[in-house]
């Protein structure tokens, strides 16, 4: 059975930043994508960030490209969000899971699959 558990959430003020984990058990990172994606109040799931295994290849959406980076570790079966300059709009539960990575005219997006974990409430204030 596959469990995500994320971390490192919190309440900053604009412009701060917040390193996110996501540690993964009953399926590995490696040979797989793992990616990052976000719920605001009121709104869809969006994706955020992806990172494939095989490269280290990483994805983001126009949202967050520059401010955020992604990494992955198949030592510690985890995936990382480290988020600069953040923005009262990234206020969201921050989801991570496991995916099949597609792009489309240079923009990515991740079809996720697999339960989801609780996230981490990051809030951001102005």
């Known amino acids: 059975q596959v469990q995500l558990v994320e971390s490192g959430g919190g309440l900053v003020q604009a412009g701060e930043s917040l390193r996110l984990s996501c540690a993964a058990s009953?399926?590995?990172?490696?040979?797989?994508?793992m990616g990052w994606f976000r719920q605001a109040p009121g709104k869809e799931r969006e994706f955020v960030a992806a990172?494939?295994?095989?490269?280290?290849?990483?994805y983001y959406s126009d949202s967050v490209k520059g401010r955020f980076e992604i990494s992955g570790s198949s030592a510690k079966n985890s995936v990382y969000l480290q988020m600069n300059s953040l923005k009262p709009e990234d206020t969201a539960v921050y989801h991570c899971?496991?995916?099949?990575?597609?792009?489309?005219?240079?923009?990515?997006?991740?079809?996720?699959?697999?339960?989801w974990g609780p996230g981490t409430q990051v809030t951001v204030s102005s």
């Open positions: 899971n496991f995916g099949h990575l597609t792009t489309v005219d240079g923009r990515a997006s991740l079809a996720p699959f697999g339960a």
């Open positions: 009953g399926r590995t990172f490696g040979g797989n994508t």
């Open positions: 990172v494939t295994s095989s490269d280290g290849a990483t």
